[in-house]
C-alpha cells in the first residue's frame, strides 16, 4: 500500500499483508509441515454407535511391512491418564455438570460412530490405512442413544456408566418476578422453537504433528489450533509431561469457527506414540473422519411460555431448554454447559423483565458437540423467532414488535436481568436503519402483487446485542473486558534494523490480525505499515492465553492491547530520542518511521538509527532510561462496548420444489469503529452464509438407529456461490465508551443473528399458507412438509 | 511393480519422478514436488481446493492418479505469479479482500484462471456458476466473485495478461 | 486408496486383453470423476486398474449416419464445446452443464457415466429418452446394447466383467420436435434430488405424435415413462395434458428417501418438473423460444 504520511490506517480499507502469502500457495498449513523421520498415523474408527468393546486383534496389522506400531485403548490406559475435559480450568466444577473420565482411544466401550479405538504408525499414511483393515474388532452392540427422548427415557442403557443416567447437565435460572408478570399479562403464548445439530467445518480440518526430544524431554506439537496455549495447558495432565515441556507451534490455520479451540482425544494418541516411538508422528484427518469426529453443534430445543400484552410487549419468559450433547465432553468447554446460555443469553435488547428456565443437557451416541461460532447463537434464535411468532400471533407489524420490546438507549431499564448495562446500544437506531434500507413497508406491495401471481416473497428482520466485550459498568470497574478469559498481553518492539514487531497472543486463522494489528500500532507509533510484522504461532515466545482467537476477542482485546503497548513503545522511543536530539520529547514527533522535532524539519532520527545507538552506542544514553525499545500491554477491554445490529433477509419460495432463493441480504451493523471495514465486512458475510448453510443446506444427520448420514460433502452440504447472494452492509454510527479502544467484536453477530432472520423471512412468505416455522433447518423437502404438500417424513 | 516413473512439465518445469500408482496427482504434487500450495479438502472431488491446470484446463488433482499425468503440462498456483509479482488476477484477488483464512485460495485461483482466460467477458452470473465448484467456509464468496470480475474488466479494458 | 496395479495400453487390443485376463478384479478408469472418490474412501477394491485414456481411437465424437457416436473417453467438457453437439444434440448439450462443475466435466467421461451407471446421473438418462445404443467390446467380440437392456441397476449394466464400453450411440435430433432437460438439486452442480429428460414432436395436426420422458434420480436404472408417454401421443399440448402426464409418470413411483429427501418429496418433484420440462419441450417442438 501506498503510505501517505500523516494518513491514519485505521479505518482504512488496508490491503491485507497475509494476502501474498495465501494467494501465492505459500502459507503453510498442517499438513505442509515435514517433520524429519516423520511417521504416519491413522485411526481405526467405530463403525456402531453404541457397543461394548470385547476384544481387539491389532497382530496382523502389526505384522504388515511399513507399520511401525499400533496402538490401543490399553496402551492409553498404561501410558497416559484420563482425560477429564474442562477439568484444567476449572470447567468441570461447574454446578449440575457431569464429566466422564476418558482415554484417547475406546478402552471398553464405543460411544459414537467415529470413536476412536486404535492407532496404527507406519512409514506411509496409505500403509497406515491399510493395515486399520487388518484390525478385527469384537463389539457387542447395545441399544443406541439417539434422541433427547432416548436419552431421557429412563431404561435407556447408560452411556457412560459411572453416571446415574445420561443426564450431562442440569440447571436453573430465575431472574426478576417470574410469577408476577404473567399475573399481569394480557395473554400467554406458547411456543416450542428447535434448533438442527449442524457443524463448523473449517476447509481445513484437523491435524497435528507430535514430536519428543527424549534428551531434553520436551514435547513439541504442531498442530491447526485457535489457540496453541491452551492445547499445551490441556495436553500435560493427561501425558504428564509438565506444561512448559509442550510446546505448540501452528502456523496458517485453515478456518476454525471453534472448533479448534481446545485439545481433541486424537491429540493425545499421537503425543503417546510419539513419546514411545521416539519419532514424529503426523496425523492429518480426511474429510469423513472431520464430519463424524471433529465436533458437531447446536442441538438445541426450548419449550417457551411467553407473558405478553395484548400490543406484543414480551414481558418475560419460561423456557424448557434440552441440548443433546453427543458422546465425549469436548476439552476445556463441554458442550453440555452451552444449555445454559440459551436462557442466559435469551435477553438480547429486550426489555424482558423476568426470565424463569430450566436447562438440561443429555449425553447421547453422536458426535462430540463443540463451539461453533457464537455458541450461545440459540438464544439470539429463540428470541428473535418468538417476537415474529407473537408478532404474528397478534397480526402485529414484526418491525412494530421490536420498535416496542428493544430497549432505547438511557431510558429504562438500563441494565438486563443480568445486571450488565444496556450502555451505548444501538439497536433501535439499527432497526429503523435497516427498514429504512430494506424498504420495509413498500415491501408489503410487491409482496401481496407477487401472491396474486402464484410467487412466495418474504421478508424477516432480527437483531442482536453481542458483548464483544460488552460495556463495563463504571460502578464496578474491576471488573474487565476480558472476562473469564483475562486479560490480553501484546510486546511491541523496534528491531535492530528500525522495523516493528508485535507479537500477540491472538492466533489468526482468517481474521486478518497480521493486518489490522499492524494498522494500530502504525498510527500510534508512526511507521509505516509496512515495516510492521505481526508474530504468532509459537509458544516459546507468545504470550499465554487460555483462548487465543475466539469468542470475538480480538477486535477489542487485541487491537488495544496493540495501541497501548505501542504507546509505551513510542514513549521509550521519543525519551531516548529526546537524549540523543537534545530535545523536550513534547517536541518530537514520528512521521514514516522517522523521528522529527517539531518546527525544525531538519533535525531527524530514523527508527533504524536509534535502535543502532541502543545497541552500540548504550554509553551515549543517561543512567534511567529504559533502552529495551519494547512496549507492553496487558489490556482488560478498556470500557467495551456492545457491538449488535439488525438484519433483514428477502426470500423467494418456490412452493412446487421447496426451493428457497435468498434474494437481497440487508445488514445494519455496529461494531464501534472497524480498523479495517473490508475485514470486518468479510466478517460479516462469512457469518451470514454460515446462517444460509446452517437454514437451508446443512445438517449432521443421524439415522434412528446412530448412523451417521453426513460423511461426505455430497451429504454435509455448504453454501456455494449460486446459494449466497451479495451482501448490503451498513455501519452504524456508534456510541463510543472508552477514550483510546472502540473496536468491537464481529466474529459471531452474523452467525447468531442471521438465522433467525432467514427463518423469519420463510415464514413470511409462507404465513397466508398456514405455515408455521418452529425449527431452524428447512431444507427444501421440509418446506413442502410444512405446506402439507408432501407427509412429513 | 507399483512404482512408476512419470515425466511430466509442472510450472514450466520439466520434472521425472517416481511414484506408487495409488497416489494421487494432488499427492505427487505435494509430496514429491513439495508444492504444497496445492490444497485437499475432501479428497472426494466436491471442495474444489486441489483445482489444478492440467493442459490448461482445470481439474480436481484428487480425483487423478499422478501416473496418468504422465507428459501433461501441469500448473498449480505457485506457478501464477511471475517471481514476487502478483498474477493480475491474484492482484484482483487481493485488492477487493478475496479471501479470509487461505486454505480453499489456490482451487479458487486456478479455477478462476481457468475461467478467465477461457472468458474474461464472463458475467457475475457465469462466474458465480463455475466458481459454485469450490467451496469457500470463510467470506461468503461476494469478495471471490468481485476480483474475479475486476481481474476480467482489467484483462478487456487494460490488456492485462491472463 | 488400496493397493492395485496400474495399466495403460494405447490400443483396445490390449485394454480387452486385461480385461479378458482380470476380470472381476479389474476397473476400467476413464475419467475417474466416480472411481477415483471410490478408491479414495476405500469403497472399491480392484486389484488393477486399466486405464483407458490411452487408447486414441476412443476419444472422438463423430456423426455416423443419423447417429451422434461418442467414443468412450470422449470429456463431457470437449462434448459441451462440441459443434456436433449443440446441432444435432440439444437434449445432451442442455443436460452437459448440469454434470458437477467444470473441473468435473474436464476428465469425466461420457463412456465412463453411462458404464457406471448412476441412476442419479444426467448422461444415462439422456441416453434413455433418446433410444441410444451402447457399443460394448470384449476380446470374443462386439454388440450392441441398446439403452432399456444396458442399464440393469444401481450401478449395474449387462457389460460383462471383461467388456468395455468402446462408444455411445445417440441417434441425431428431430428438427421438428422440441427437447427439455430438467433437474432440481440441492445446489448448483449436485447431484440432483430428481431430473428429467424430456421430448414432445408434433404432428401437422397440432397434437402430439410422439413423447419421451426419462426420470433420473427415482428409480435404480434411468427410468422411462412410458404409460405417460403413450398417453400423451394424440393429446393437444396443453399445460392439462402436461399435468395429466406428469401425474402419470409419477404414479407407481418408487423412489428411496435419502438425507436430501423423502420419497414422497422426490415423486410430488417429479411430477414438477416433467410438468416443466413438457411445457418448454412443447413450447420448443412449436418453434417457441423457451
Known sequence: MTDVIGARSVG????????????????????????????????????????????????????????????????????????????????????????????????????????????????????????????????????????????????????????????????????????????????VISATVSVHRHQPVPMEGRGSIAEWNPGEEELTIHTSTQSPHLVRLLMSPQLGIPMENIRVISGDVGGGFGLKMGLFREDIALAVAAVDLARPVKWIEDRGEHLATAGQAREEMAEMEAAITADGVLLGLRMNVTLNAGAYPSDPFPGAMYVGSVSGSFQGPTKIEALAATSTSVFSNKSTYVAYRGPWATADFMRERLLDIIARELDLDPLDVRRRNYVHRDEPPLAMLSGQLFLGVTTQESIEQAARISGWDEFRVRQQAAREEGRYLGLGMASYLEAAP???????PEGGGGGIMGDEVSHVSVEPDGSISIITQQHPHGQGHQTTLAQVASDELGVPFDAITVRYGDTQFTPFALVATGGSRAATMANGSVLHASRALREKIMTIAAELLEASPADLEINGGTISVAGTPSI???????????????????????????????????????????????????????????????????????????????????????AIGAVLLEQSAYSDDGQFLAGTFMDYLMPTTTVVPNFEIHHLESVLLDPDVNFRGVGEGGMIVAPAAIVNAIEDALATLGVRVREQHLPPARILELLGTVPTA | MTERAIRLTVNGVPREETTDVRVSLADFLREKLELTGT?????????????????????????????????????????????????????????????????????????????????????????????????????????????????????RDEGAVL | MPPFEYHAPDSLDEVLALLAEHGDEAKVLAGGQSLVPLLAMRLARPTQVIDINRVESLSTVAERGDQIVFGATVRERTAERSSTVR????????????????????????????????????????????????????????????????????????????????????????????????????????????????????????????????????????????????????????????????????????????????????????????????????????????
Request: overall charge negative.
Open chain 1, 12 to 187: 482504512a480499507r488496508v490491503l491485507r499483508s497475509e494476502d501474498p502469502r495465501i494467494l501465492t500457495g505459500k502459507g503453510v498449513y498442517i499438513d505442509d509441515v515435514v517433520v524429519p523421520g516423520m511417521l504416519h498415523a491413522a485411526f481405526l474408527r467405530s463403525t456402531v454407535p453404541h457397543g461394548r468393546l470385547l476384544s481387539l486383534d491389532v497382530s496382523e496389522a502389526r505384522e504388515l511391512p511399513g507399520v511401525v506400531a499400533v496402538y490401543t485403548g490399553a496402551d492409553m490406559a498404561s501410558r497416559s491418564t484420563a482425560g477429564i475435559p474442562g477439568s484444567a480450568i476449572g470447567m468441570n466444577m461447574m454446578p449440575g455438570l457431569n464429566i466422564p473420565a476418558s482415554y484417547a482411544l475406546a478402552t471398553d466401550k464405543v460411544r459414537y460412530v467415529g470413536d476412536p479405538i486404535a492407532l496404527v504408525v507406519a512409514e506411509s499414511r496409505a500403509v497406515a490405512e491399510d493395515a486399520l483393515e487388518l484390525i478385527v474388532e469384537d463389539i457387542e452392540m447395545l441399544e443406541p442413544v439417539v434422541t433427547y427422548a432416548d436419552a431421557l427415557d429412563p431404561s435407556s442403557p447408560r452411556i457412560f456408566e459411572e453416571f446415574e443416567n445420561n443426564i450431562a447437565m442440569t440447571g436453573e435460572v430465575a431472574m426478576g418476578d417470574i410469577d408476577a408478570v404473567f399475573a399481569k399479562a394480557d395473554r
Open chain 2, 39 to 155: 490444497h485437499l479438502g475432501c479428497e472426494h472431488g466436491v471442495c474444489g481446493a486441489c483445482t489444478v491446470l492440467v493442459d490448461g484446463e482445470p481439474v480436481r488433482s484428487c480425483l487423478m492418479l499422478a501416473v496418468q499425468a504422465m507428459g501433461a503440462d501441469v500448473l498449480t498456483v505457485e506457478g501464477v505469479a511471475d517471481g514476487d509479482t502478483l498474477h493480475p488476477l491474484q492482484q484482483a484477488l487481493m485488492e477487493t479482500h478475496a479471501f479470509q483464512c487461505g486454505f480453499c485460495t489456490p482451487g479458487f485461483v486456478m479455477s478462476a484462471l481457468a475461467l478467465l482466460r477461457d472468458d474474461p467477458g464472463a458475467d457475475e452470473a457465469a462466474v458465480r456458476e463455475e466458481l459454485s465448484g469450490n467451496l469457500c467456509r470463510c467470506t461468503g464468496y461476494q469478495t471471490i466473485v468481485e476480483g474475479v470480475l475486476l481481474a476480467g474488466r482489467r484483462a
Open chain 1, 604 to 690: 531527524t532520527l530514523s527508527l533504524a538509527e536509534l535502535a543502532r545507538v541502543v545497541a552500540e552506542e548504550p554509553d551515549r544514553l543517561p543512567e534511567g532510561v529504559d533502552r529495551d525499545l519494547e512496549g507492553t500491554a496487558a489490556y482488560d477491554g478498556g470500557m467495551g462496548g456492545w457491538s449488535g445490529g439488525t438484519h433483514c433477509c428477502f426470500v423467494e419460495v418456490d412452493i412446487e420444489t421447496g426451493m428457497v432463493e435468498i434474494q437481497r441480504y440487508v445488514v445494519v451493523e455496529d461494531c464501534g469503529l472497524p480498523v479495517n471495514p473490508a475485514i470486518v465486512e468479510g466478517q460479516v458475510r462469512g457469518g451470514v452464509t454460515q
Open chain 3, 87 to 290: 446441432a444435432q444434440s440439444p437434449l445432451l448439450a442442455e443436460a452437459l452443464p448440469f454434470i458437477g462443475h467444470a473441473a468435473i466435466r474436464t476428465r469425466g467421461t461420457i463412456g465412463g457415466t453411462v458404464a457406471h451407471a448412476d441412476a442419479s446421473a444426467e448422461i444415462p438418462c439422456v441416453v434413455a429418452a433418446l433410444d441410444g445404443e451402447v457399443l460394448v467390446r470384449s476380446a470374443s467380440g462386439e454388440r450392441t446394447i441398446a439403452a432399456p437392456d444396458f442399464f440393469q441397476g444401481h450401478f449395474t449394466t449387462a457389460l460383462a466383467d471383461d467388456e468395455c464400453v468402446v462408444e455411445v450411440r445417440l441417434p441425431v435430433a428431430d428438427p421438428s420436435a422440441g427437447y427439455a432437460f430438467q433437474e432440481i438439486a440441492r445446489r448448483h452442480g449436485d447431484f440432483a434430488l430428481v431430473g428429467v429428460a424430456t421430448m414432445v414432436s408434433l404432428g401437422d395436426d397440432g397434437l402430439v405424435a410422439d413423447a419421451r420422458i426419462s426420470l433420473m434420480g427415482v428409480a435404480d436404472v434411468p427410468l422411462r415413462a412410458r404409460a405417460a408417454e403413450a398417453a400423451l401421443v394424440g393429446a393437444q399440448p396443453t399445460e392439462d395434458t402436461f399435468v395429466a402426464a406428469a401425474q402419470a409418470a409419477t404414479a407407481d413411483l418408487r423412489p428411496a428417501s435419502d438425507v436430501h429427501g423423502s420419497a414422497a418429496y422426490r415423486t410430488h418433484l417429479t411430477g414438477v418438473i416433467v410438468r416443466r420440462a413438457l411445457t418448454t419441450a412443447g413450447a420448443r417442438a412449436r418453434g417457441e423460444q423457451a
Open chain 1, 470 to 476: 460488552g460495556p463495563k459498568n463504571p460502578n464496578a
